[in-house]
């Protein structure tokens, strides 16, 4: 008789032991040689495949695990992915390019060219636009991955033709580029512009969705020799793909034909965005008109009815109110804010006509210019097609950047003489700016970045130029340094008169107690007004200048003394704070503590680096002075 296991005892049979490998990471994730063995394909297609389907390297909690016990280096991707790329038809294509170079490099090996010939032309090549329609099911998609397809596209235009691109090509992202130009030319959409080292930053608001996109000046490109194009043209491929289909739908919304007609004699000419010929989509119009008018005619309920009763009550109380306030005479205000905003939806620069000179950069203001609803024309060496000559009367602003005006513009019409900047600066804050600090040879403001928004910067203790202040904020900038000094001043002052009796310090302080307009001014030395309230103050009471002058400087010492105290009380204060942030951090996770750590790090960094600006911005300022 043999004994019998326990009950508690669980014993395992060989056949339901779980293999090595076949569950958790292991099973989730596979390397990258797996998966070429996998897709039977090699790497250069298998990056191909990666950037067209959006499939990028994974990074698990466990490499160790993720690679079977195995250590080495190695790029891990879903398993799930990879097992989705062995239905793509794309893959299928490129395994069917690869028997036809074979077979092509055989017929041109036997010098049999009419085979040859035949295997070329009966070659077709494989489309991904099925890839766009699955990466971007929503238009609003395809709209937020603008960024990189516009400033790529751009880059492409703009670099000479080479072994690795082909003169194709760059026409063909000149043209997208163009194109998407004419839109947001014609759509008004242009938000901001910014002239930084890198080039010229735009952004548009495009159904909703803000895009910006970066455009490298027109220098001549240096190409590195380290650039792999092969990955940056299959980029290319998917982004030339991506923009065909959003254009068509752009262009269809705005009532234009897509794609624009070129005009090639005035390309030629360079004639640049007026080289396109833009049709209005006439039959989309009539479509939209009978639908309207089949809506209209159709037949009237009694719903319908009881509304249109209801809007004819409410119009005519609204009548009756409007007469009742004419009687009044009340006046409506006018607020600013709103013709801004109807200034900018028509175009800022409507009723201007600019000419370029031909120092200036033509493409850049041109389009600027046209994207506000100015007119443009330009020098005859920039290109051909300007609507204007030099000498136009009809011509508002000339756009020059000559350190002094030339002779030959003395017999011009009246008009406005700018820098370049003056335009972009009056993009950038809705609103036309003074002329007069953008004039020829003048030192121009400085050009701030508007993608930064200074209430998120103020909010969290950065440093804010001078030039992005409100104009009130700026004046108490500008007397920064000049307090330091008054109190480096004030301090021997209160050396020289600490040895006044306690008995004349306190009276002087029950007589600044009854002048509030004293009191006011010493806390705002910088307040003219309230300096001249003080001054009344001291007439009305008959005091004397001198007496005035004494009392002004005792209040001003005395304020600076309250707010110094004020500040050690804080310093104070700043211990115990330190002792509950400690205790607080003890009772936080290791996770956490490292993640306070990175955040506590970054905000004094962010004050310290305030802090060397400030510093900086005082000493320009002293030695101005």
């Known amino acids: 008789m043999g004994r019998t296991a326990p009950a508690h005892i669980k014993t395992v049979r060989p056949g339901l032991k779980k293999k ?37 390297p994974r990074e698990p909690k466990s490499r160790k695990k993720a690679n079977r016990g195995s250590t080495a280096a190695a790029s891990f991707y879903y398993s799930k992915d990879i097992a989705y790329l062995l239905h793509e038809p794309v893959l299928q294509k490129l395994r069917e390019h690869k028997a036809f170079a074979k077979k092509l490099s055989r017929a041109l090996g036997r010098k049999e060219d009419g085979l040859a010939k035949n295997l070329d032309s009966a070659h077709e090549g494989y489309r991904i636009d099925h890839i766009i329609k699955e990466r971007y099911p929503v238009f609003t998609d395809a709209i937020r991955d603008l960024d990189d397809a516009l400033s790529l596209i751009i880059l492409f235009a703009n670099l000479p033709s080479t072994n690795h691109v082909s ?58 020799a380290d650039v792999d194009f092969r990955i940056m043209l299959t980029f290319l491929e998917l982004y030339q793909t991506l923009l065909g289909f959003v254009f068509y739908r752009l262009f269809q919304n705005i009532n234009l034909i ?24 006439q039959k989309a119009l009539v479509a939209d008109q009978t639908d309207t008018n089949e809506a209209n005619t159709g037949r009237q309920t009694a719903k319908n009815v009881r509304n249109e009763i209801k809007s004819l009550i409410s119009a005519q109380a609204d ?33 201007y006509a600019f000419f370029l000179s031909r120092e200036v950069t033509r493409p850049m203001l041109e389009f600027v210019i046209k994207c506000s609803g100015g007119e443009v024309g330009w020098d005859p060496i920039l290109g051909a097609g300007s609507p204007y000559l030099e000498s136009d009367p009809r011509i508002t602003h000339h756009v020059i950047d000559r350190p002094q ?20 600066d009056c993009i950038n804050k809705s609103t036309l700016l003074p002329t007069e600090e953008y004039g020829p040879g003048k030192t ?11 209430e998120e910067v103020r909010r969290q203790g950065g440093y804010l130029p001078q030039a ?61 007004d309230l300096l001249h309230a003080a001054e009344i103050e001291a007439e009305e009471l008959g005091i004397s200048h001198d007496q005035f002058q004494k009392d002004l400087k005792r209040a001003s010492k005395e304020a600076r003394k309250s707010k110094k105290s004020t500040l050690d009380k804080k310093a104070q204060a700043e211990p115990k704070d330190d002792d509950n942030s400690k205790m607080a951090e003890m009772l936080l996770s290791s996770k956490q503590r490292k993640l306070y750590t990175k955040m506590s790090y970054t905000k004094h960094q962010r004050a310290e680096e305030k802090r060397r600006l400030e510093t900086k911005k005082n000493n320009l300022m002293k030695k101005q002075k």
């Open 468 to 528: 992005s202040l409100p104009s009130a904020a700026q004046g108490s900038a500008q007397t920064a340094g000049v307090d330091d000094e008054e109190e480096g001043s004030g301090e021997e002052d209160e050396d020289e008169e600490a040895v006044e009796e306690p008995a004349v310090v306190n009276k002087a302080k029950s007589e600044a107690t009854c002048r509030p307009a004293l009191l006011a001014a010493a806390s705002n030395a910088d307040d003219e």
């Open 405 to 424: 005006l030339p002779a030959t513009t003395a017999g011009l019409p009246q008009r406005a003489f700018v820098q370049p900047q003056w335009v972009v």
């Open 319 to 351: 009548a009756q109110d409007e007469e009742e306030d004419n009687e009044q005479g009340e006046q409506m205000e006018v607020d600013p804010v709103a013709e801004t905003n109807d200034q900018v939806e028509e175009g800022l620069f409507k009723p």
């Open 20 to 56: 090595k490998g076949t569950t958790g990471a292991a099973r989730n994730y596979v390397t990258r040689n797996q998966a070429l063995k996998k897709l039977q394909c090699t790497l250069s297609d298998f990056r191909r495949l990666c950037i067209l389907k959006g499939i990028y």
């Open 167 to 224: 003169p194709k090509v760059i026409a063909n992202c000149a043209r997208l580029a163009s194109e998407w130009q004419i839109y947001v030319m014609k759509s008004r959409s242009l938000k901001h512009v910014f002239l930084s080292i890198k080039g010229i930053y735009y952004q548009a608001e495009v159904e909703g969705q803000r895009v910006t996109w970066l455009v490298p000046y027109a220098f001549t490109q240096t190409i590195p």
């Open 258 to 281: 897509y794609p624009p007609k070129l005009d090639f004699n005035m390309d030629e000419a360079g004639a640049g965005l007026n080289a396109l010929i833009l049709e209005s989509n």
């Open 444 to 454: 121009l403001p400085p050009h701030l970045s508007p993608f930064v928004d200074d």
